[in-house]
């Protein structure tokens, strides 16, 4: 009998330790699951870390003024992290503010196998920033190269009327790296 009740209470114990664990094991993956959004929250919040975002939709790019008494000088480069080789077509462009201009960027894929990857767009001087609306732009999104493949890719813009005018000349930059963990083997 005394068995019997220690082996009751041992089975008790053990069903309340694995319904504990299983708490555990549910908040565990909960957490994990809700970081994700909860880190994009605070980046979007304290402004660290944004890849990128649309600046404009196209209704207010149809109604910019252009600004034709003075010229900006937009610098193009690209940075490459990863197995390709990534350019701008031009290196420089002239643009009116508030003129809708347009750039190519070429990458190729110089491995057998597909590549997910991401472009990270920054900019000199930093104040500039503010005032270089991409209407589209390969950044947007995360781009899927092919075995071998080139692609070409346009970044439609224009710069605010509103910069400054002692900005005489923008430098945009992209750094453009793979996305980890998500490249496919060649079949």
Known sequence: MKQQNQSGQARKLNAQMLGKLLVIAVLMFGFGYALVPVYKKICEITGVNILTQKDVSTQQAVNTQVDMSRTITVEFDANAHGPWRFRPMVSSLQVHPGEMAQVVYEV????????????????????????????????????TLGPNEAKQMPVVFFIDPTLPRDVKTITLSYTFFEVGGTGKKAT
């Open 108 to 143: 190729v894929n110089t491995q057998a196998r597909s590549i997910d990857a991401q472009a990270i767009p920054s900019y000199a001087p930093q104040q500039a920033a503010s005032h270089f609306k991409k209407v589209e732009c390969f950044c947007f999104k995360q781009q």
